[in-house]
């Protein structure tokens, strides 16, 4: 019966960490324009970074470690007319390019539903096994 709770807690751990990765894909496509963060600085894409545990019994689950800050410069673009733009005329843009979020949101999206089925046949596998031992 362990087996199957350890097997239900991993696909939470797994659904939690999928969800936090949605979230930030969203963060990510809110913030495509966004030229001036509170920083002052162009918002800067946010990724997160797994991590895989082992519990005592060997079974190994995933969580996010933490969540880091893409530092790769976003394009800078001429629009001299833009609030943001130094004497040149260029902005300086985010550097969330939508297709690469839009591929990290169906990956991410595959692995959450995935996750949510073996949590499903996990759940109604210990339901199961309840109902032998009575």
């Known amino acids: 019966m362990s087996n199957l709770i350890s097997g239900?807690?991993?696909s939470a751990?797994?659904?939690a960490a999928h969800k936090l990765q949605m979230?930030?894909?969203?963060?990510?496509?809110?913030n495509a324009q966004t030229t001036k963060a509170p920083n002052g600085k162009p918002y800067q894409r946010k990724?997160?970074?797994f991590e895989s545990l082992l519990d005592e019994e060997g079974v190994s689950s995933v969580h996010v470690k933490s969540i880091r800050t893409d530092k790769t410069p976003g394009?800078?673009?001429?629009?001299?007319?833009?609030p943001h733009a130094d004497k040149n005329g260029m902005?300086?843009?985010?550097n969330v390019k939508m297709s690469q979020e839009m591929v990290d949101m169906m990956v991410a999206?595959?692995?959450y539903e995935a996750n949510l089925k073996a949590f499903k046949i996990s759940q109604t596998m210990a339901q199961k096994t309840l109902q032998?031992?009575?």
């Not at 394009?75 to 833009?82: E, L, Q, S």
């Not at 902005?91 to 985010?94: F, I, L, R």
């Open 8 to 10: 239900i807690e991993m």
């Open 13 to 15: 751990n797994a659904l």
């Open 23 to 30: 979230r930030l894909i969203s963060e990510n496509i809110a």
């Open 47 to 49: 990724v997160p970074v």
């Open 75 to 82: 394009d800078a673009v001429y629009n001299p007319g833009h």
């Open 91 to 94: 902005v300086q843009m985010p």
């Open 109 to 111: 999206s595959r692995c």
């Open 132 to 134: 032998i031992g009575k």
